[in-house]
């Protein structure tokens, strides 16, 4: 017996896979979507392209402007031993004696923490520097600092003096209150102020 298929079969002069219409082969609007198609793409490239342009014009001023307050810091650091001679002696007679230690040429030192007042007595922690003494030492946000070394911490401006005064590079234990009410002493190492 003879199989017999079940699509029609091609009018005798016409292709079987060609679909035409009264104007020739029927085409979708491809000629439209591919001018917005290109039209796209190219706002997209052109936006990129601006964009990668202001970050490297901002990458350029900040190493300009880096380059710029190197020189100026070496300016000062020159000067500085020819203004005293930063042996703590008193130089004019008006001057206090919290000036005295303070000299161009001497190194602050640094936490990397940013630090607001607290609620009760303490410095609480909202921002640690990403690599830095702080991070090294385990602070992390929402931390409350309650004692720098042998200083008491009642604020964000005690904090600040208390690394102030701390040389770079000797180890300082603190003492900090976590978000979830531990206390824990952490040993910090400060470093230099860049």
Known sequence: ????????????????AARTGPDGPRRPHTGRRRR????????????????????LGT?????????ELAALRQRAEAA?????????SRTAPDRPPADRSASPARAAATLGVEAVDHEKPGALVVGVHVPGPGY???LVRGDVLLAFGDDRVDSAADLARAVARARPGTEVTVTVRH???GYQQLTAVPGVVT
Not at 1 to 16: D, F, H, I, S
């Open 80 to 88: 500085g031993p020819q203004a005293g001679d930063g042996t703590g």
């Open 136 to 138: 090294a030492a385990g």
């Open 36 to 55: 917005l198609t290109t039209v796209l793409l190219g706002t997209c490239a052109a936006l990129l392209l601006l964009l990668a342009g202001v970050g």
């Open 179 to 181: 978000r979830s009410g």
């Open 1 to 16: 017996m003879e199989q017999t298929a079940l699509r029609p079969k091609p009018m005798p002069g016409r292709e079987p």
């Open 59 to 67: 990458v350029g001023a900040t190493v300009i402007g880096m380059s």
